[in-house]
């Protein structure tokens, strides 16, 4: 879409990037995807939280293959017994429990919308709204489809008004901070690597 000498923010402002600082941005941003998990409205059974701008803020920053990583040991921690998921749950009662699915949508979230930040989206407000929405569809395809199979015989009007309707109003509200902020920080990125 765009010609950009960086495809990230993370290329921009480190020219010089090792396998120790990838390591530790990578884990930064696991525990950074941790408390963006427990800012939440406490509703049944998904939780209303600031995970999804913050996958979105990771992807952004690192485009898809880290992101993915970050999400990916963001998972990880979470099965290994860090209290790292919404209402510091862990383990794997958190994967196949109503948020099952929207956990496994983060990972493929993080995967495309880094994947559309690399090739110039996310600079404009517009291209933000763009990487948000398809990001969200993505994430409510898994989401949705975990919390059919963990509540079952339901409809799919039911299905909706219990895990996608509450949302959408604080992923409106995500999306138009998103797009209010992104496009400044590639401008504060752009003076700095200059």
């Known amino acids: 879409m765009f010609k950009t000498e960086n495809k990230t923010v993370y290329e921009a402002l480190f020219k010089q990037r090792n396998v120790l600082l990838d390591v530790f941005m990578i884990l930064f941003s696991a525990g950074f995807l941790a408390v963006m998990a427990n800012i939440r409205i406490p509703l049944w059974p998904v939780p209303v939280t600031m995970q999804t701008f913050g996958i979105f803020f990771i992807a952004f920053f690192f485009g898809s293959r880290k992101g993915f990583l970050a999400i990916l040991a963001y998972v990880l921690a979470g099965l290994a017994g860090f209290g790292v998921f919404a209402g510091y749950k862990s383990g794997i009662g958190a994967l196949i429990g109503p948020t099952g699915g929207y956990i496994a949508g983060f990972i493929f979230m993080a995967l495309i919308v880094g994947w559309m930040i690399e090739r110039g989206y996310g600079r404009t407000r517009g291209s933000v709204l763009l ?6 569809v993505v994430l409510y395809t898994f989401g949705l489809a975990g919390l ?17 309707v509450p949302f959408i109003i604080g992923d409106a509200v995500k999306a138009l901070g998103a797009a209010a902020l992104f496009p400044y920080l590639w401008k504060g990125d752009e ?3 200059q």
């Open 131 to 136: 990487c948000m929405l398809i990001g969200e």
């Open 148 to 164: 059919w199979l963990y509540l079952g015989n339901v409809s799919f009007a039911e299905l909706l008004m219990l895990g996608f």
């Open 191 to 193: 003076k700095i690597s």
